[in-house]
């Protein structure tokens, strides 16, 4: 088969790779980890590829990404069928299955997860091997973001919310996939705890989902084929997407 992959940078590194060892014909696009900040965007930037992709050259189109705060529901399947794992979020991609991130969550609810995706593309930026941190100029930005669509007044509160939200965690976990800089990720994760005072925890990653996505090998407990003309639609149960005939519908 041939497959076109869009994929979030934030798993460019095990994309590619899992691409690499597929039996099938795979290209991957891997889009700015930044439009998970606005979903509406993240959304139309995807749907722009998807739009963009001939049936000439692609059998189907395969999304690595989560529901990322529903910026891939609401998505159209033209000419081409649509493959997407049902996970919340790339945490799932990392840890293997939706199952064992529901675990975690149960078990350690306040954790903040890092890989070397988020490290490298999201929570810090490399210079010259070193990484630091750069969350205070990342709001200063939201907060510019937020006037500029809601007012100063609301753009405060807004990031105030965020603010008390992220004061819930209290551990950052590495996920391990043994890909990249894996000493510097770690490096940088146990950074991150001991400035916030939360605990670190070092997690064995698992590329099964990726593996299975780009093999072919879509068990619908897993996987989500939409076809031409259906559209991706939040599901509230346990099957976190859906493809239902018109957006918002059944």
């Given at each position: 088969?041939?497959?076109?992959?869009?994929a979030?940078?934030?798993?460019?590194?095990?994309?590619?790779?899992?691409?690499?060892r597929?039996?099938?014909s795979?290209?991957?696009?891997?889009?700015?980890?930044?439009?998970?900040?606005?979903?509406?965007?993240?959304?139309?930037?995807?749907?722009?590829e998807?739009d963009?992709?001939?049936?000439?050259?692609?059998?189907y189109?395969?999304?690595?990404?989560?529901?990322?705060s529903?910026?891939?529901?609401?998505?159209?399947?033209?000419?081409?069928?649509?493959?997407?794992?049902?996970?919340h979020?790339c945490?799932?991609m990392?840890?293997?299955?939706?199952e064992?991130?529901?675990?975690?969550?149960?078990?350690h609810?306040?954790?903040y997860?890092?890989?070397?995706?988020?490290v490298?593309?999201?929570e810090?930026?490399?210079?010259q091997?070193?990484?630091?941190?750069?969350?205070?100029?990342q709001?200063?930005?939201?907060?510019?973001e937020?006037?500029?669509?809601?007012?100063?007044?609301?753009?405060a509160?807004?990031?105030?919310?965020?603010?008390m939200?992220?004061?819930?965690?209290?551990?950052?976990?590495?996920?391990?996939?043994?890909?990249?800089?894996?000493?510097t990720?770690r490096?940088?994760t146990?950074?991150?705890?001991d400035?916030?005072?939360?605990?670190?925890?070092?997690?064995?990653?698992?590329?099964?989902?990726m593996?299975?996505?780009?093999s072919?090998?879509?068990?619908?407990?897993?996987f989500?084929?939409?076809?031409?003309?259906?559209?991706?639609?939040?599901?509230v149960?346990?099957?976190?997407?859906?493809?239902?005939?018109?957006?918002g519908?059944?």
């Amino acid at each position: 088969m041939k497959l076109y992959c869009i994929a979030c940078e934030a798993l460019a590194r095990e994309a590619y790779y899992a691409a690499a060892r597929s039996k099938h014909s795979v290209e991957v696009k891997s889009l700015h980890f930044g439009l998970h900040n606005t979903p509406d965007d993240l959304r139309k930037t995807i749907q722009g590829e998807i739009d963009g992709a001939s049936e000439k050259d692609f059998e189907y189109i395969l999304l690595a990404y989560g529901l990322c705060s529903r910026g891939t529901a609401e998505l159209t399947a033209r000419n081409i069928p649509l493959v997407i794992p049902r996970a919340h979020d790339c945490i799932t991609m990392y840890l293997g299955s939706k199952e064992r991130y529901a675990e975690e969550f149960r078990e350690h609810p306040g954790t903040y997860y890092y890989s070397a995706g988020w490290v490298e593309r999201k929570e810090g930026e490399m210079e010259q091997g070193v990484l630091s941190i750069v969350k205070d100029r990342q709001a200063e930005e939201r907060f510019q973001e937020y006037v500029e669509k809601y007012g100063e007044e609301n753009a405060a509160f807004l990031l105030e919310q965020e603010q008390m939200w992220t004061q819930n965690y209290n551990r950052a976990a590495f996920i391990d996939v043994g890909l990249g800089d894996v000493e510097t990720y770690r490096d940088f994760t146990h950074q991150v705890a001991d400035s916030k005072g939360w605990s670190f925890e070092e997690l064995a990653g698992d590329l099964r989902l990726m593996d299975l996505l780009m093999s072919g090998d879509w068990d619908p407990r897993e996987f989500l084929v939409v076809n031409p003309g259906e559209h991706t639609c939040e599901d509230v149960n346990q099957g976190i997407i859906r493809a239902c005939s018109q957006i918002g519908g059944v």
